[in-house]
């Protein structure tokens, strides 16, 4: 049984929101929806939601056309980063409340709420009301309002933003675990690559309302279909410079070099686009054949165990992520080097013509 999406697309006020979109997820799956603000992935999930209907396309769940569907005819449950709580209930009631419309019984509904509170971390507050809360908790008991409903699809929008890192670091491996065993349709929208990595599954890249690519969440990493994908797919996102295939050479930037071996031997002369990730820029020459390049240093960031350098090469912004804290001159320049083995190269048109060595080897 499947959740399909069939040219669906989204018009505001003349501005297309959603691009046609086709996209199947399965039961029993985690989908992460990743990209920037504003890239599409709330207005993706109210479609799916059927809190919006499309204007063009179709939704099908459980080979039904749900495109017209309210979303109270529907079983689907929502959390958004902005948590919603009953005020007036009680911890306990808010998380019971979505059992209680279902009709079941006071001793299913008790066991229910009281395993997803110890879950939550919300046992001793079971008692008090919303607003006596921290955001955290308050966040932590829309979260688990959504989980008791046994919902066929679950939307959860960047529900863990507001929650402190070591219980995000527990939620994301837990909450994948409960939806895989429920067989529901997991969907988890984010703008942090990162999160998308621990969470796993599938995900889809988004750009300006269009789906980039969908499908297993490290082949999408590791093998980007184009340099839009790649951007997203990395935090921060991932550096580019022009390169030039002539015989068995590529020629990089200001006139680095290095072989064509490999699926880059058979690769056509001309001009192209590198691309490689911050954390694969080195301050030091840790491989024989890494290449040099010579850089500006505009601005350091430190986040106690790692430094984020930008850089200007020739005009082009670089970013940099280092191991360890450095103490490094603003302004003057900075010698980095790159393994060519965590190089991709894309066509002009930003299409994916060869994924790094490294991505191919993992």
Request: aromatic residues 6%; glycine residues 10%; hydrophobic residues 40%.
């Amino acid at each position: 049984m499947t959740l399909e999406l069939k040219g669906v697309s989204k018009t505001v006020g003349g501005q297309t929101h959603i691009h046609p979109t086709d996209l199947t997820l399965e039961n029993g799956t985690m989908n992460v929806l990743l990209g920037p603000t504003l890239s599409g992935k709330t207005s993706l999930m109210r479609l799916m939601a059927g809190l919006d209907v499309p204007a063009t396309g179709q939704i099908i769940w459980h080979g039904d056309d749900v495109t017209g569907m309210r979303v109270q005819d529907r079983k689907v449950a929502m959390v958004y980063q902005q948590f919603i709580n009953y005020p007036s209930m009680s911890v306990y009631d808010n998380i019971a409340s979505p059992m209680k419309l279902l009709g079941l019984d006071r001793a299913e509904i008790d066991k229910r709420v009281r395993e997803t509170a110890e879950l939550m971390q919300l046992t001793p507050q079971l008692m008090r009301k919303p607003l006596e809360l921290s955001g955290g908790q308050q966040q932590r008991c829309a979260l688990a309002r959504a989980l008791v409903k046994n919902a066929g699809l679950v939307l959860l929008d960047e529900p863990l933003a507001n929650l402190d890192y070591k219980l995000r670091e527990e939620l994301r491996i837990e909450i994948p675990k409960i939806f895989e065993a429920s067989g529901a349709i997991f969907v988890y929208a984010t703008t942090e690559p990162e999160e998308a990595l621990l969470l796993g599954g599938n995900t889809a890249t988004l750009w300006e309302g269009r789906v980039t690519q969908f499908g297993p969440t490290p082949q999408v990493y590791r093998q980007p279909v184009d340099a839009t994908t790649a951007r997203v797919f990395s935090d921060p996102p991932m550096n580019f410079l022009s390169v030039t295939k002539t015989g068995n050479q590529l020629v990089f930037g200001d006139g680095q070099n290095a072989p064509a071996v490999g699926n880059l031997a058979d690769l056509p002369d001309g001009r192209y686009t590198a691309g490689f990730r911050p954390n694969h820029l080195e301050i030091g020459q840790h491989t024989a054949n890494a290449m040099q390049f010579v850089t500006e240093l505009s601005v350091t960031e430190l986040t106690g165990s790692e430094t984020f350098i930008h850089l200007d090469h020739h005009g082009e912004r670089w970013v940099g992520l280092i191991h360890g804290v450095h103490d490094l001159a603003l302004g003057e320049a900075l010698t980095v080097w790159l393994d060519p083995r965590h190089v991709y190269i894309f066509g002009e048109d930003g299409t994916l013509i060869a994924p790094a060595a490294y991505a191919l080897a993992a």
